[in-house]
């Protein structure tokens, strides 16, 4: 039987002796029955406030301490495979890069069933068969995790709002995180035609519902897979840990959702009418990943408003090949046009993880969405897919802020305007 552990609330900042000690009773229990082999699932470097990395390395350095196999495996989902540099970052120096295993999310997987479309569409009160799709959710993992010999795995991640299943992690780490297509597409465009505003911040939802039938139907009988999760929140300074929970059960889920829920969530008096948002370099290179500053503002922002994402790193819109070609070819204009779209186009509805992001970064004609970036992607790539675009050191300058100094929160900016300004889009969910 797995041991429970749930350390932490909204008002304690968990420290080096708490994580140490966390780290210790994980290794006790994932030793008890002297596994030969165990597989790690951290997110990737576009979690880096997660403290994953960190949590992954301790256990990997005490596991292999006891002559246990260890390999991580990042739960890029449909993400760009991670480099040397960046598993560095993540996960430090002493973990070797072949002990670092690549998610191909289209090829290394092993199909294990289905869940049936009706059920599918039920789950959606029928708009997916208003959107033209029937179709069953195809639940798929690495083959690693069936057929790779491993004794236990471990997930490894933050509970935090999400766009597309309310809160992230658990099983959306496996069926997703290390999933494949079929899972990933249907869950995102299910996701998506529910609505993102019914769904965000909350722990109940379509997508959770249909991703936990899969796990406990489909993947729970064949693998003994564990859960570490972290809730961490922003600050005025920085970030704090706020909580630590490990088991096997959906009750340990619950726990750290509900503790997100306390510290990810910011309910603003009013909406505002300018709002900006600033990517780390390390985490948004593609508008697919930056989106986030669309996705967790959009209930904050009034109608007539303004969104300004600062985005010096941004070089692209997908992290997939085929997703960027779809994402420059039928850009962000908003829920209908996205719906007829994937009515007419096959390679739309082949790739429908595409067509709700598509959907997910429009603000629906709302407010204005400009992309500030730096020298690698042009002005009229960002504005051919819709949105407008300005210069980043120019809009810095104009603006007054300094990403390193700033602190989030409501200010007057240097062109007399005022503004709510957030540095960590990824670890928050506002609305008004």
Not at 312 to 322: C, H, M, Q, R
Request: aromatic share 6%; hydrophobic share 40%; proline share 6%.
């Amino acid at each position: 039987m797995t041991d429970t552990i749930r350390l932490g609330d909204a008002n304690t900042a968990l420290t080096p002796a708490d994580i140490n000690n966390t780290l210790d009773a994980i290794t006790h229990d994932l030793t008890r029955n002297k596994p030969a082999s165990v597989l790690l699932l951290p997110p990737d470097i576009t979690r880096l406030d997660s403290r994953a990395g960190e949590l992954a390395a301790g256990l990997y350095q005490r596991l292999t301490a006891q002559d246990v196999r260890v390999r991580l495996m990042p739960a890029l989902g449909t993400h760009r495979p991670m480099t040397p540099e960046q598993n560095r970052r993540m996960f430090g120096p002493d973990i070797p890069d072949d002990h670092i295993l690549p998610h191909r999310w289209r090829d290394d997987l092993i199909e294990l069933g289905q869940l049936d479309a009706d059920w599918i569409n039920n789950l959606s009160d029928g708009k997916l068969a208003r959107a033209g799709i029937d179709q069953p959710m195809t639940v798929a993992v690495n083959r690693a995790l069936i057929e790779g010999g491993f004794d236990t795995i471990l997930s490894i991640g933050q509970v935090v709002p999400h766009e597309v299943i309310g809160m992230a992690n658990y099983t959306k780490n496996i069926l997703i995180g290390v999933g494949g297509p079929g899972t990933i597409h249907l869950s995102h465009f299910l996701g998506a035609v529910c609505g993102m505003e019914s769904i965000m911040g909350r722990i109940d939802t379509p997508v959770r519902t249909a991703l936990n039938r899969g796990f406990d139907t489909l993947v729970k009988p064949r693998a003994d897979i564990r859960f570490l999760f972290t809730a961490v929140e922003a600050t005025t300074t920085g970030t704090a840990l706020r909580g630590l929970f490990y088991g096997d059960t959906p009750d340990d889920f619950l726990a750290a959702a509900q503790l997100s829920q306390q510290i990810n969530l910011t309910k603003l008096p009013e909406k505002v009418d300018r709002c900006v948002v600033y990517l780390e370099p390390e985490e948004f290179t593609s508008t697919w990943l930056g989106n986030k500053a669309v996705y967790r503002t959009r209930m904050a922002i009034a109608d007539g408003g303004e969104l300004i994402a600062l985005a010096p790193a941004l070089e692209t819109f997908g992290e997939d090949d085929a997703i960027n070609r779809l994402i420059q070819r039928f850009g962000y204009h908003g829920t209908p046009a996205t719906l007829d779209a994937v009515r007419n186009d096959n390679d739309l509805r082949h790739n429908l993880s595409a067509a709700a992001h598509l959907i997910h970064g429009s603000s629906e004609g709302r407010f204005t969405i400009t992309y500030a970036t730096g020298p690698d992607i042009s002005a009229d790539q960002i504005q051919s897919v819709g949105y407008q675009h300005a210069d980043y050191q120019t809009t810095l300058r104009q603006l007054g802020i300094d990403p390193e100094t700033t602190p989030p929160g409501i200010h007057t900016l240097a062109d007399g305007k005022p503004a709510f300004y957030i540095n960590k889009p990824a670890l928050g969910l506002w609305s008004a």
